[in-house]
């Protein structure tokens, strides 16, 4: 692969002139390895002897599923695996909003207000190949969640999704009887005449960790405390409807660095593990934290499966160089999965839930984003520092084929999840 930063070392033989650029190189590096962090795990991780997926997971623990799971009003016809199926263009019908009416996203992921020239990745629709999606209905949402609490736990994906979820349902509601704050790690969205609130909780790996800051987390070097989860669980106690991912961070293309004492000793403990024994152990974490926190009578808790960054053109059999930058159609190869990395983490995954009687509902999202390489945010997104020169002229180096552009993907998503919600 050619580095994406190559075109910057040039900068580093100029004499005297080297320290206005240096800051810049530095953040940009850091970015880089950052957003394509998976590829470094490709480049330099270890590789993992046998992938074999015959095995599916079940989304719900089967006894959980024979009695009625809180706030379900109907099921899903028997044996349909709603992951499972194909994209549909569907001009009439999506997007479900317009992005300039929904005031709560991002910058980074107002897509058509940062120049994307396109539309065509707004009007995709899921279809499971054997039966059909509920309608969203906001008004239920809502309904159900009177007097609840909705949350949403992990990175910047699911910060996404959030946002996605609150664009969904917001409009419901009159001006002047919501509200969005911020309160560091914590967003909270509050429906004033529903006492309800869906909120946001920033904690990228689930358990303690040196990247923790809700603003300033860009840290290459990371850290995770081993059985931390508590730190940020007492935040996340009484909820009524949890949503948790996890991945990104964990891909840092290293062994990963656990601390075994606290974060204040002096001398820290470090044991460093794979990623896969990294991300099994919040794994399991995760799964006792619900069990001893969770009513399964009375709530309901959800894991969202890993998003897939489009960062490397070869991996869709395109020519290499190129990422998600100027992409508009679909990977049409239903067999398409992308980096062989996102397997073993799916692996521990499918391992770790299948052993486990807790009742967490898996959102099974990673094979059907795979095919959407159109639905990033690419360079139509507000950028963290000021773009040289270098990189304007070459903006495949600084495409974001990370998150999604919104509306777009990650409204599904939410339609998976108000599913698994409503017709368990
Ligand atoms: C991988 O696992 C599958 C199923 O368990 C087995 O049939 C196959 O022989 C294995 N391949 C290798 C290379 O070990
Ligand atoms: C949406 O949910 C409400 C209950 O809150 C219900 O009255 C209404 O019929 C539902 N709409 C559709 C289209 O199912
Ligand atoms: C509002 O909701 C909270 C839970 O989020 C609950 O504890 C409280 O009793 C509710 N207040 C009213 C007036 O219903
Ligand atoms: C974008 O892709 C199209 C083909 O789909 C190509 O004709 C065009 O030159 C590309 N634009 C850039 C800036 O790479
Ligand atoms: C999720 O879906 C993919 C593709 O459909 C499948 O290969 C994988 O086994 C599923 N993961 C789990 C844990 O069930």
């Not at 967003?187 to 946001?200: D, G, L, M, R, S």
């Not at 507000?382 to 509306?407: F, G, I, M, R």
Request: hydrophobic content about 35%; charged content about 25%; proline content about 5%.
């Amino acid at each position: 692969m050619k580095p994406p930063f190559s075109h910057s070392s040039s900068l580093l033989r100029g004499k005297g002139r080297l320290s206005p650029y240096l800051f810049t190189l530095i953040a940009f590096i850091l970015f880089v390895a950052i957003i394509y962090g998976e590829d470094f795990i490709c480049i330099f991780g270890q590789q993992f002897p046998n992938y074999s997926y015959s095995h599916k997971l079940s989304s719900t623990t089967e006894s959980v599923k024979r009695q009625k799971l809180p706030f379900a009003v109907g099921k899903m016809e028997e044996g349909c695996d709603v992951f499972s199926g194909s994209w549909v263009w569907d001009e009439l019908k999506r997007p479900l909003y317009e992005e300039s009416e929904c005031p709560y996203i991002q910058p980074q992921l107002t897509c058509q207000e940062h120049g994307r020239p396109d539309k065509d990745y707004q009007h995709w629709r899921w279809q499971p190949h054997h039966c059909n999606l509920p309608k969203f209905n906001a008004s239920l949402v809502l309904e159900t969640l009177r007097g609840k609490r909705m949350m949403f736990v992990g990175d910047s994906l699911n910060r996404g999704q959030y946002v996605s979820f609150v664009c969904l349902l917001h409009k419901l509601i009159p001006e002047d009887e919501k509200s969005m704050e911020t309160f560091d790690s914590l967003t909270v969205f509050t429906a004033k005449e529903y006492n309800a609130t869906i909120e946001f909780y920033w904690a990228p790996f689930l358990l303690e960790s040196n990247s923790d800051n809700a603003v300033i987390h860009r840290i290459s070097d990371r850290i995770v405390r081993k059985g931390s989860i508590n730190k940020h669980g007492r935040n996340w106690k009484g909820v009524d409807i949890l949503v948790f991912n996890t991945y990104l961070w964990w891909m840092t293309g290293l062994k990963m660095k656990i601390l075994l004492g606290s974060f204040d000793d002096e001398v820290k403990e470090i044991v460093e593990l794979s990623t896969e024994d990294a991300y099994r152990m919040a794994m399991k974490s995760m799964l006792r934290w619900v069990r001893l926190n969770m009513d399964p009578k009375k709530t309901r808790v959800f894991f969202t499966s890993m998003s897939p960054s489009h960062g490397k053109s070869i991996d869709w059999g395109d020519e290499q160089g190129g990422n998600c930058y100027n992409q508009t159609s679909l990977i049409d190869d239903p067999s398409y999965w992308g980096s062989d990395c996102r397997k073993s983490i799916m692996e521990v995954i499918g391992e770790v839930f299948r052993k486990s009687k807790v009742p967490i509902t898996f959102l099974n999202i990673t094979q059907l984003s795979s095919y959407r390489r159109d639905a990033h945010t690419s360079i139509y997104k507000k950028q963290w520092s000021p773009l040289t020169p270098e990189q304007l002229a070459n903006p495949v180096s600084y495409a974001d084929c990370v998150h999604w552009c919104l509306p777009g993907l990650q409204d599904t998503w939410n339609e998976l999840l108000f599913t698994k919600l409503f017709y368990p």
